[in-house]
Nanobody, 125 residues
């Protein structure tokens, strides 16, 4: 199986930047598409970013396009999310996720099979 551990969350001011990291373990990591999702209290889990197995294709919703960048380093078994120009509405628990049998960076929550524990991001006004 694939195990995922997020880090890098915290409290920042609106307009600031933050970088999240996800450390993966498991021999199948390099063939898996990876994604970031977020969930605020009382809301459904929301797609944030995804990246293909080889890092050549990325996928973002309009809410973060141009502000967030997903990247991966298969040699280090890590995935990152660089978040710039943060807004209060970005406040949520952010989760790293991996697909088990596909390298395609889809946006649907139920396409992903492994999930990290989540890391809190809070953006103050």
């Amino acid at each position: 199986q694939v195990q995922l551990v997020e880090s890098g969350g915290g409290l920042v001011q609106a307009g600031d930047s933050l970088r999240l990291s996800c450390a993966a373990s498991g021999r199948t990591f390099s063939s898996n598409a990876m994604g970031w999702f977020r969930q605020a209290p009382g809301r459904e889990r929301e797609f944030v970013a995804a990246i293909s197995w080889n890092g050549r294709d990325t996928n973002y919703p309009n809410s973060v396009k141009g502000r967030f960048t997903i990247n991966r380093d298969n040699a280090k078994n890590t995935v990152s999310l660089q978040m710039n120009s943060l807004k209060p509405e970005d406040t949520a628990v952010y989760y790293c996720a991996a697909r088990l049998r596909s390298g395609v960076p889809t946006s649907r929550t139920n396409d992903y099979d492994y999930w990290g524990q989540g890391t809190q991001v809070t953006v103050s006004s």
